[in-house]
């Protein structure tokens, strides 16, 4: 069973880590926007993962740990996953 609020109906909508996991993320977002009253807050908060940590701080990946899967690695814009930097 769905229930929706209604429209407008909430001074603001945090969300902790839940955009990853939900089937489609836009419709979430629109979703939250639907039910905060104009000029309330959406407030949503993306925790940094291992792999993204790594990458950052120029260590290596390591390949055992499920999360350095290619589809959890940060994503550069021109599209490929970071890898870690190699050479000098």
Known sequence: ????????????VFSAGLV?????????????ARVTVPGGVLLLFRPSGRAERAVRH???????DPWT?????PRRPSGPPCAPPTGP
Request: proline share 16%.
């Open 20 to 32: 990853d996991h939900v089937p489609d993320p836009a419709a979430a977002l629109r979703e939250w």
């Open 1 to 12: 069973m769905s229930e929706r609020l209604p429209a407008r109906s909430s001074d603001g």
């Open 69 to 73: 899967r290619p589809t959890c690695r």
């Open 58 to 64: 120029g260590r290596p990946l390591d390949p055992a």
